[in-house]
């Protein structure tokens, strides 16, 4: 089993973003599972290095024992929301002991704006290589959720290709057969 830990950064109930991963996750071939974080967790606080909070221990555990991480992020005012920085920051610690050196990682983001989440995920690549994730540059997937979902959160039938050929590119990178 190949498992994938996902980390959502719209902790809203009707969260496009949350719409997305599940229409990515129903793409996934048989044999590749996610796994979502749990990223309603409290605020960084560097004094709780050294006895991490009980979520945060177990969101490190997810990411150990997951095969890649997918970052599905929103944008907030330019740039990725807090909800995922807040999880990247606890999870990179304590020091020497981050998560997420040397996993595979891919982005993608759903937004209403016409620009989608360029620059979230620009900016969220950036911090991902510094802490030497293998993050995945092709395909990119920046979702324009106002046009391409439906009312009950499914995707359209013609982004589904699209979507799929991301899924694939997931699965290879997160594999190593890419
Ligand atoms: C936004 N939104 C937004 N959209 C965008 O494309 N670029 C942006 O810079 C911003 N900035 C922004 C800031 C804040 C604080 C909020 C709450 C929203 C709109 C955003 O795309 C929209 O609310 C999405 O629905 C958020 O994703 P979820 O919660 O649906 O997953």
Redesign the pocket.
Known sequence: MTTIAVFVG?L?RD????ALARNIERLLPEGVEFRYADLDLPLYDQDLDANLPEKVVALKKLVAESDGVLFVT?????SFSGVIKNAIDWASRPWGQSSFAGKPAAIAG????A???TQAQSQLRNVLLFLDMKVMGQPELYFN?SAGLDGNGDVAPESKDFLQGFVDALVAHVRGEK
């Open positions: 719209s809203r969260s496009f973003n949350k929103p944008e907030y005012n330019r759903a937004s209403i704006g620009l989608g989440t959720a």
